[in-house]
């Protein structure tokens, strides 16, 4: 059973910069492929940014730019680092982990099957 852990959610001033950290229990297929979501009050979860075993890597439009997932060489640590933040980024994030599709091994966009708790990031205007 895969285990994420998310930290170094906080506060921050609009144009501020954090880093968030989502911890791995295991590098192993079920952790694959990795991705970072967010959701706001009333608002549907989002996907903000994703990473494959191979290290390829996907962003929301609303992030592009000022976001960048990376995953640490020993795969079990996985960090959204945020710049340039803005108020519609005050959101819970969570890390997300799943296997990829067993025809294709490629992975799915739309399945994470292990979730994380959450950490808060509020951008004060």
């Known amino acids: 059973q895969v285990h994420l852990v998310e930290s170094g959610g906080g506060s921050v001033q609009t144009g501020g910069s954090l880093t968030l950290s989502c911890a791995v229990s295991?590098?192993?297929?079920?952790?694959?492929?990795m991705a970072w979501f967010r959701q706001a009050p009333n608002k549907e979860r989002e996907r903000v940014a994703s990473?494959?075993?191979?290290?390829?890597?996907a962003y929301a439009n609303s992030v592009k730019g000022r976001f960048t997932v990376l995953r640490d060489h020993t795969k079990t640590t996985l960090t959204l680092q945020m710049d340039g933040l803005i108020p519609a980024d005050t959101a819970n994030y969570f890390c997300a982990s799943n296997a990829p599709d067993a025809s294709t091994e490629r992975c799915r966009t739309d399945l994470y099957t292990f979730w994380g708790q959450g950490t808060q990031v509020t951008v004060a205007s």
């Open positions: 295991e590098y192993s297929r079920d952790t694959y492929c």
């Open positions: 990473i494959n075993r191979y290290g390829n890597t």
